[in-house]
Each structure stands twice: as structure tokens, then as C-alpha cells.
């Protein structure tokens, strides 16, 4: 089922593609998911400001945070439908500030149902939890967040027109002193998508999102009218362009409405031999956020290179620049900030040691401004990870 993220949401969601007969990588991917397998996993982060505090005029607090953990996989295929599980457990071990230490928990099952010639519908569920950060916080608070989903997509895709259409319902929980945040969403989206090989499938789409802040009692709608186009334009470069309309309206006339154009656009080439590039875009509406607002119109840019030293050995490079205009009630919750800017540079290095296991190094810098100068951060953070496969 093709995703359409018009909305983006704290939750992530499950964007693949599932194939009818196993005929590409992402057929043969699934297969290999089928049977039980097993990672154990070691992150050691180092964070040379874990509060997320101004360094310009504090000196921030380094950590280093300690994470095991431990993810399963099961897959089970019935006749021509499967079930796929993931659980992944993991604990946060802060060195220093152990009272930053939180468990973490990750996990989502779906199941694929083929009916007719091409028609596919995949129900899922997934639940997360997990250290809110403090770029979203912006006080030496501590809060566990909470996250849940559950829906259906559907698609029949073959060659000429097909229908999609899909239904989720997102929460989003929080501690109690952050309970303004709590959220839940529900998401309807259904579209005809026309598939021709020598163009490529073009879907064009209407989508509906119902935001309810449930303890301010305020609520965010969102409809989108979007057109999708995806395409392999060579053997070795691939466009995908969704581009929409955004109406977006709320219970708060201090929150107001927003109309614009929405978009997110990739293209990506390998025309350098062993070198993936991918230049992306996004302007989009984010929901979920810790930051007292009614809703953020988020654009993105971002570009990145992934080159394969050898059939051992990756490395990547990206950098990325982020802006998010806020738009809030201070009468339900004060906040100076309207506007702020966002940077990330990094790098990351992953080698595979055998079958079973491999070395990750990742490496990132980051930096904050806002239009009032209120909660400006930056810092580097650098990641050495080692997992181990059954």
C-alpha cells in the first residue's frame, strides 16, 4: 500500500510496498522475513549537551547513554497471506544523569490478505514508547511518551486504474505535566491510481485527518487533495513526487487555518557506480508535537550520498535544513516561540564483520535557532553500535 504523508505524525509509519508474486527486492525482502529471527544490539552514545541548553551562554551537560537490546522478528506465511511481528526492547542507561534512564519498547504486527488477481489488504498495529527529547520539551523535565496505531490499507495495483484506500487511528500519551500534548488522530484517505509502465503510477488522492487534543479539547482538521507520481525514469534514477493542497482548519480562532501547497519530492540516482545520491524535499503539517501549538507547517530539505567501499563496508554523508513556522493559542498554553530553524550535518559507517554481525558508527551535529533566541541549542552526539543476528 502507498503511503501518502501528507501529515506527518510522532509515529512511524509502515510505508512498503508488498508485491503480489516475488518478482522484485521488496518481494524477496519479505520472504526472508518469514521464520523467527533474533538481534541482539549495543548502542554507546555519546551527547555532549543532553539538556539541550543555550551553550552560548550555559555550559551544557555531555553524557554517555548505554543502550541494549533485543529485537524479534517472526514472519508466517498462510496460503497466500502472511503475518509479520517485530518486538524490539531496549533500556536507555544514562551514565551520569541516571535519572534520564528510560526503558524503551517498540513493536508492530500487520497481516497481508491477497484476494482476486492483485487486491491486497494489510490491517497493522504497532505501539512505541520512549525518552521524549529535549529539543521538544525545552525545560529539564523529564517525560515517557507513549505512542499507538492501528489501521487497514487496501489496494488492488495492476496495470490502468486501481483503487487505494486506507484508514488509521494515531495517540500520542504523555506525563501528565505534558498532558496538553496528548493527541488522537484519525486518518481516512482513498484515491484511483493509474500504473503504465512506460509512465510510471500516478495517484491521485483525497485524505481527511481529525487531530483531537484531548485534554485542551481542541481539535485540528486537515484535508489534502494530492497527486502522486512515481517512476523509475532510468535503470539507475528514480523520481517520486506527491504534491497537494493542504485546508487545514481549528476549534481555536487563535490557532486559525492555513491553506497552502504541500509537497514532498525525491529524486535519487545511482549514475556514479557504487554511489546512491538523493536530494529530497517536504513542506508538510505536523500534529504531534510537545511544543505548544496548535499545529507546525514543517519544510525540509535534505540531500545525502551512500557510497559501498565494498560488499563489506557503506558509508554515508547528509546534511539537512529544517523550518517550522508554529501556529498556537497562548491563551490555552503560553509559548513565545513561533518560528525556528533547524540543522543536522552527519556521517555514518557500517561495517559488516560476518553474516551475523556488524559495526555501525554514526556521527551528528546539530543546531537550533528560534525568532525569539529562546531555547537555541546545538551539540554533537556520536553513536557506535554493534548487533549481533540469530
Same mark, same amino acid.
Given at each position: 500500500?502507498?503511503?501518502?504523508?501528507?501529515?506527518?505524525?510522532?509515529?512511524?509509519?509502515?510505508?512498503?510496498?508488498?508485491?503480489?508474486?516475488?518478482?522484485?527486492?521488496?518481494?524477496?525482502?519479505?520472504?526472508?522475513?518469514?521464520?523467527?529471527?533474533?538481534?541482539?544490539?549495543?548502542?554507546?552514545? $555519546?551527547?555532549?549537551?543532553?539538556?539541550?541548553?543555550?551553550?552560548?551562554?550555559?555550559?551544557?551537560?555531555?553524557?554517555?547513554?548505554?543502550?541494549?537490546?533485543?529485537?524479534?522478528?517472526?514472519?508466517?506465511? =498462510?496460503?497466500?497471506?502472511?503475518?509479520?511481528?517485530?518486538?524490539? =526492547?531496549?533500556?536507555? !542507561?544514562?551514565?551520569?544523569?541516571?535519572?534520564?534512564?528510560?526503558?524503551?519498547?517498540?513493536?508492530?504486527?500487520?497481516?497481508?490478505?491477497?484476494?482476486?488477481?492483485?487486491?491486497?489488504?494489510?490491517?497493522?498495529?504497532?505501539?512505541?514508547?520512549?525518552?521524549?527529547?529535549?529539543?521538544?520539551?525545552?525545560?529539564?523535565?523529564?517525560?515517557?511518551?507513549?505512542?499507538?496505531? =492501528?489501521?487497514?490499507?487496501? +489496494?488492488?495495483?495492476?496495470?490502468?486504474?486501481?483503487?487505494?484506500?486506507?484508514?488509521?487511528?494515531?495517540?500520542?500519551?504523555?506525563?501528565?505535566?505534558?498532558?496538553?500534548?496528548?493527541?488522537?488522530?484519525? +486518518?481516512?484517505?482513498?484515491?484511483?491510481?493509474?500504473?503504465?509502465?512506460?509512465?510510471?503510477?500516478?495517484?491521485? $488522492?483525497?485524505?481527511?485527518?481529525?487531530?483531537?487534543?484531548?485534554?485542551?479539547?481542541?481539535?485540528?482538521?486537515?484535508? &489534502?487533495?494530492?497527486?502522486?507520481?512515481?517512476?523509475?525514469?532510468?535503470?539507475?534514477?528514480?523520481?517520486?513526487?506527491?504534491?497537494?493542497?493542504?485546508?487545514?482548519?481549528?476549534?481555536?480562532?487563535?490557532?486559525?487555518? $492555513?491553506?497552502?501547497?504541500?509537497?514532498?519530492?525525491?529524486?535519487?540516482?545511482?549514475?556514479?557506480?557504487?554511489?546512491?545520491?538523493?536530494?529530497?524535499?517536504?513542506?508538510?503539517?505536523?500534529?504531534? &508535537?510537545? =511544543?505548544?501549538?496548535?499545529?507546525?507547517?514543517?519544510?525540509?530539505?535534505?540531500?545525502?550520498?551512500?557510497?559501498?567501499?565494498?560488499?563489506?563496508?557503506?558509508?554515508?554523508?547528509?546534511?539537512?535544513?529544517?523550518?517550522?513556522?508554529?501556529?498556537?493559542?497562548?491563551?490555552?498554553?503560553?509559548?513565545?516561540?513561533?518560528?525556528?530553524?533547524? !540543522?543536522?550535518?552527519?556521517?555514518?559507517?557500517? !561495517?559488516?564483520?560476518?553474516?551475523?554481525?556488524?559495526? +555501525?558508527?554514526?556521527?551528528?551535529?546539530?543546531?537550533?535557532?528560534?525568532?525569539?533566541?529562546?531555547?537555541?541549542? &546545538?551539540?554533537?552526539?556520536?553513536?557506535?553500535?554493534?548487533?549481533?543476528?540469530?
Amino acid at each position: 500500500m502507498t503511503a501518502f504523508p501528507s501529515v506527518l505524525h510522532a509515529q512511524e509509519d509502515d510505508a512498503s510496498t508488498v508485491e503480489k508474486r516475488p518478482k522484485d527486492q521488496t518481494e524477496e525482502k519479505r520472504l526472508k522475513e518469514y521464520g523467527l529471527n533474533l538481534t541482539a544490539g549495543l548502542d554507546l552514545l $555519546y551527547d555532549d549537551n543532553v539538556y539541550r541548553v543555550d551553550d552560548r551562554v550555559e555550559n551544557p551537560t555531555d553524557d554517555l547513554i548505554v543502550t541494549p537490546s533485543l529485537e524479534a522478528t517472526y514472519g508466517m506465511p =498462510i496460503g497466500r497471506h502472511d503475518v509479520l511481528l517485530r518486538g524490539k =526492547i531496549g533500556y536507555d !542507561r544514562f551514565i551520569s544523569e541516571g535519572q534520564r534512564s528510560k526503558l524503551r519498547l517498540d513493536s508492530e504486527a500487520k497481516a497481508n490478505i491477497r484476494f482476486g488477481a492483485t487486491c491486497l489488504v494489510t490491517p497493522h498495529a504497532a505501539y512505541r514508547q520512549q525518552r521524549a527529547d529535549y529539543g521538544d520539551i525545552n525545560s529539564a523535565t523529564e517525560n515517557l511518551q507513549k505512542f499507538s496505531t =492501528i489501521g487497514a490499507d487496501f +489496494t488492488c495495483e495492476r496495470p490502468g486504474f486501481f483503487p487505494v484506500a486506507s484508514y488509521a487511528r494515531d495517540t500520542t500519551r504523555n506525563a501528565s505535566q505534558f498532558d496538553y500534548a496528548d493527541q488522537t488522530s484519525n +486518518t481516512f484517505m482513498g484515491g484511483i491510481g493509474y500504473n503504465k509502465p512506460s509512465l510510471g503510477t500516478l495517484t491521485a $488522492y483525497y485524505e481527511r485527518v481529525n487531530s483531537k487534543r484531548d485534554t485542551l479539547g481542541i481539535e485540528n482538521r486537515i484535508n &489534502s487533495y494530492g497527486l502522486r507520481f512515481q517512476r523509475n525514469v532510468s535503470p539507475i534514477t528514480q523520481i517520486d513526487a506527491d504534491v497537494r493542497w493542504l485546508d487545514v482548519s481549528s476549534d481555536s480562532a487563535a490557532v486559525g487555518d $492555513y491553506s497552502g501547497l504541500g509537497w514532498k519530492v525525491s529524486l535519487s540516482t545511482t549514475a556514479i557506480p557504487r554511489l546512491k545520491l538523493t536530494a529530497t524535499t517536504e513542506r508538510a503539517i505536523i500534529n504531534d &508535537s510537545l =511544543i505548544a501549538s496548535g499545529f507546525a507547517i514543517d519544510t525540509t530539505y535534505r540531500v545525502q550520498g551512500e557510497f559501498s567501499i565494498s560488499e563489506l563496508t557503506s558509508a554515508g554523508l547528509y546534511a539537512e535544513w529544517d523550518r517550522r513556522k508554529f501556529r498556537q493559542d497562548a491563551a490555552l498554553r503560553p509559548y513565545s516561540i513561533t518560528a525556528d530553524r533547524n !540543522r543536522r550535518f552527519g556521517g555514518i559507517l557500517t !561495517r559488516k564483520l560476518s553474516d551475523r554481525f556488524d559495526l +555501525t558508527l554514526d556521527a551528528q551535529y546539530y543546531i537550533r535557532r528560534t525568532d525569539t533566541s529562546v531555547s537555541n541549542y &546545538s551539540g554533537t552526539q556520536v553513536t557506535l553500535g554493534a548487533a549481533l543476528h540469530f
